[in-house]
């Protein structure tokens, strides 16, 4: 069965920064093409941050965190990192990851080009 469960939210102050991690179970990451991360804070849509090609590495970052944030993957450990540096307030949200197929990269920040999710991670970001 497939799993995606993410770690490494908290608390943290305005500048500061976090690494959260994604381990996917019940495969093997280095199978599926496109691993994403999104957001979504109280009352507001959830967004993609970024995605990354789990075979080639190529990556993919939405504008509002483009330069501070970092996605990365390691499939000999099925996981997958969210680097986060200089974070602000507005970054304040609940953190997911989601696999999807070879064409997700297409449009990474979509979520319906992905199709197993986790149950999040909580960062609260403190000015």
């Known amino acids: 069965q497939v799993q995606l469960v993410e770690s490494g939210g908290g608390s943290v102050q305005a500048g500061g920064s976090l690494r959260l991690s994604c381990a996917a179970l019940?495969?093997?990451?280095?199978?599926?093409?496109?691993m994403g991360w999104f957001r979504q804070a109280p009352g507001k849509q959830r967004e993609g941050l970024a995605a990354i090609r789990t075979g080639s590495g190529s990556t993919y970052y939405a504008h509002p965190v483009k330069g501070r944030f970092a996605i990365s993957r390691d499939n000999a450990k099925n996981t997958v990192y969210l680097q986060m540096n200089s974070l602000k307030p507005e970054d304040t949200a609940m953190y997911y990851c989601?696999?999807?197929?070879?064409?997700?990269?297409?449009?990474?920040?979509?979520?319906?080009?992905?199709?197993?999710w986790g149950q999040g991670t909580q960062v609260t970001v403190s000015s």
């Open positions: 019940g495969y093997t990451l280095g199978i599926i093409n496109c």
């Open positions: 989601a696999r999807g197929n070879w064409d997700a990269c297409q449009t990474p920040f979509i979520m319906g080009s992905f199709d197993f």
